[in-house]
T-cell receptor, first 112, second 116 residues
């Protein structure tokens, strides 16, 4: 079945640093979504990418969908303590599966 | 709008007991989902529904049952609770128009279940 893998699973950065996390699918995706879960909270939708090569920005967060629509990246610039949490990517396979398959998440901690 | 509401927020069960986790949404969403999240882990799909009267299994359906008699409600039933079902359970809903339509999930606050 479809698998979505996130790399790395854990990321610890110093406040102010930049970093990138990646999401890779075993199959071609029709779209990819990113969610953020704060500690003790529930996942909250951040963004959806649909087109091959699409890039979207939300303040210090930049999301990209790969040309082959099998991978995605999230780049955070000048990390802040408010960025702490677990970031999940999730995707539907081409053909419009009803199931949204989540990766295992990337847990971000920030050293102030 | 309240969004997605889950009850209870916390529950402790003894092995072999049964219970129902309630989930209701007031956004007129057609799709609803149940996920479980084990400590430090990702989200695993238990069951989902694409509309009233229609349910289907996800990755980890064993030990659970669901029903979808109305658009708003999607309860999750645990029969014969086992320690392996200790987890945080999230209900989610989405409005999906067609198989290629956007499917952005709105999650409930979660139900933390401990089976002893």
């Amino acid at each position: 079945g479809q698998q979505v893998m996130q790399i790395p699973q854990y990321q610890h950065v110093q406040e102010g640093e930049d970093f990138t996390t990646y999401c890779n699918s075993s199959t071609t995706l029709s779209n990819i979504q990113w969610y953020k879960q704060r500690p003790g909270g529930h996942p909250v939708f951040l963004i959806q990418l649909v087109k091959s090569g699409e890039v979207k920005k939300q303040k210090r967060l930049t999301f990209q969908f790969g040309e082959a629509k099998k991978n995605s990246s999230l780049h955070i610039t000048a990390t802040q303590t408010t960025d702490v949490g677990t970031y999940f990517c999730a995707g539907h396979t081409q053909g419009g599966s009803e199931k949204l398959v989540f990766g295992k998440g990337m847990k971000l901690t920030v050293n102030p | 709008n309240a969004g997605v509401t889950q009850t209870p927020k916390f529950r402790i069960l003894k092995i072999g007991q049964s219970m129902t986790l309630q989930c209701t949404q007031d956004m007129n969403h057609n799709y609803m989902y149940w996920y479980r999240q084990d400590p430090g882990m990702g989200l695993k799909l238990i069951y989902y529904s694409v509309g009233a009267g229609i349910t289907d299994k996800g990755e980890v359906p064993n030990g659970y049952n669901v029903s979808r008699s109305t658009t708003e409600d999607f309860p999750l039933r645990l029969e014969l609770a086992a320690p392996s079902q200790t987890s945080v359970y999230f209900c989610a809903s989405s409005l999906r128009q067609g198989r290629s339509g956007a499917n952005v999930l709105t999650f409930g606050a979660g139900s933390r279940l401990t089976v002893l």
